[in-house]
């Protein structure tokens, strides 16, 4: 009894102990060094103009407020950090004026965008990895686990077809496949294909405007909770929930679907909103979305989405 104790009140010690590391350390927090900051907030934002040209048909002259504020915040920020927010912004600034120019589109917007990037053009020499690129589905999946992994980019161009449920549950039978902790197995995955209570889903989410009407598939995974006792499992369910959703998108990619996770970076209130209108049990902590479905066609556009150099993420200790 006294062991089962002082697990509860060490629960509550390591959840306030999360809670002051993360005040510490967010991203809003004025101890943390500002190039380290701006880093992922330039990046945050320039992905939202990447996201919105890789849509099937792009609103035309969208994000305007993203647009200036991503010119703005690259202006104060140091490149030396890591040039790859300059690369990503200037990428995806270059490919929305091409966009708007063949769509024989003219602004005042477009004029302050092309004058910005001329100013750059000597600070940071071409090509800019950022932007969209062309994406084909082959007809055979990816050989190899290489080819599989390079393969994988979010697909926002689907059709709405539900999937046979044979399949689906083929894609779940490779994706347990996922490493799990003592091989608990906690992760859940609950499938929708009614479109009413897709859109429900996904308003929820808030994330997938733009292509939410073309997804006829969704996957919320999720991980129960009473798998994981004590202070020091307090995060679990996230990892091996998250290794799960990552092999369910390579599972797609090997199925010939497009797949796109759907962040569920939400407060208690959404979450509860989103387990009573899917029908999942309180018992279950969410960890992501995945729309996924057949392409629209072979050929498709995505976003460039560039990685960090190697080095840039590498510790190596002696």
Same mark, same amino acid.
């Given at each position: 009894?006294?062991?089962?104790?002082?697990?509860?009140?060490?629960?509550?010690?390591?959840?306030?102990?999360? !809670?002051?590391?993360?005040?510490?350390?967010?991203? #809003?927090?004025?101890?943390?060094?500002?190039?380290?900051?701006?880093?992922?907030?330039?990046?945050?934002?320039?992905?939202?103009?990447?996201?919105? +040209?890789? +849509?099937? =048909?792009?609103?035309?002259?969208?994000?305007?407020?993203?647009?200036?504020?991503?010119?703005?915040? +690259?202006?104060?920020?140091?490149? =030396?950090?890591?040039?790859?927010? %300059?690369?990503?912004?200037?990428?995806? +600034?270059? %490919? #929305?004026?091409?966009?708007?120019?063949?769509?024989?589109?003219?602004?005042?917007?477009?004029?302050?965008?092309?004058?910005?990037?001329?100013?750059?053009?000597?600070?940071?020499?071409?090509?800019?990895?950022?932007?969209?690129?062309? #994406?084909?589905?082959?007809?055979?999946?990816?050989?190899?686990?290489?080819?599989?992994?390079?393969?994988?980019?979010?697909?926002?161009?689907?059709?709405?077809?539900?999937?046979?449920?044979?399949?689906?549950?083929?894609?779940? %039978?490779? =994706?347990?496949?996922?490493?799990?902790?003592?091989?608990?197995?906690?992760?859940?995955?609950?499938? #929708?294909?009614?479109?009413?209570?897709?859109?429900?889903?996904?308003?929820?989410?808030?994330?997938?405007?733009?292509?939410?009407?073309?997804?006829?598939?969704?996957?919320?995974?999720?991980?129960?909770?009473?798998?994981?006792?004590?202070?020091?499992?307090?995060?679990?369910?996230?990892?091996?929930?998250?290794?799960?959703?990552?092999?369910?998108?390579?599972?797609?990619?090997?199925?010939?679907?497009?797949?796109?996770?759907?962040?569920?970076?939400?407060?208690?209130?959404?979450?509860?909103?989103?387990?009573?209108?899917?029908?999942?049990? %309180?018992?279950?902590?969410?960890?992501?979305?995945?729309?996924?479905?057949?392409?629209?066609?072979?050929?498709?556009?995505? !976003?460039?989405?560039?990685?960090?150099? =190697?080095?840039?993420?590498?510790?190596?200790?002696?």
């Amino acid at each position: 009894m006294f062991s089962k104790l002082s697990k509860v009140v060490g629960i509550f010690s390591e959840a306030l102990r999360d !809670a002051l590391l993360f005040l510490r350390f967010n991203s #809003y927090s004025p101890f943390v060094d500002k190039s380290k900051r701006a880093f992922y907030k330039i990046i945050i934002e320039a992905h939202t103009i990447e996201k919105g +040209l890789s +849509l099937p =048909a792009p609103k035309l002259l969208f994000g305007r407020d993203k647009i200036r504020f991503v010119m703005n915040a +690259l202006s104060r920020y140091d490149i =030396a950090h890591s040039p790859v927010p %300059a690369h990503m912004s200037l990428g995806a +600034l270059e %490919a #929305y004026v091409a966009f708007h120019a063949q769509a024989g589109t003219s602004d005042p917007l477009l004029d302050e965008i092309a004058t910005y990037l001329k100013t750059w053009e000597a600070k940071l020499p071409k090509p800019w990895m950022g932007g969209t690129r062309d #994406y084909t589905f082959d007809t055979q999946p990816p050989g190899t686990l290489q080819q599989l992994i390079a393969s994988r980019s979010s697909i926002r161009a689907l059709r709405p077809t539900p999937i046979p449920g044979e399949q689906i549950v083929e894609a779940i %039978a490779l =994706a347990q496949q996922a490493p799990s902790q003592c091989n608990r197995q906690s992760s859940r995955v609950h499938v #929708y294909q009614d479109p009413a209570r897709i859109q429900e889903l996904l308003a929820l989410q808030g994330g997938s405007r733009g292509f939410a009407p073309s997804v006829g598939n969704l996957f919320v995974v999720s991980s129960e909770i009473c798998a994981w006792g004590g202070p020091g499992q307090r995060n679990q369910a996230y990892v091996d929930g998250a290794l799960f959703a990552m092999c369910l998108m390579f599972a797609c990619r090997s199925m010939g679907w497009g797949a796109c996770p759907l962040n569920l970076a939400i407060d208690h209130k959404t979450e509860t909103a989103i387990r009573r209108a899917g029908g999942i049990p %309180a018992g279950e902590r969410l960890i992501m979305m995945i729309a996924f479905g057949e392409p629209i066609a072979p050929q498709t556009r995505v !976003a460039f989405s560039p990685r960090r150099p =190697a080095a840039e993420i590498a510790t190596l200790h002696a």
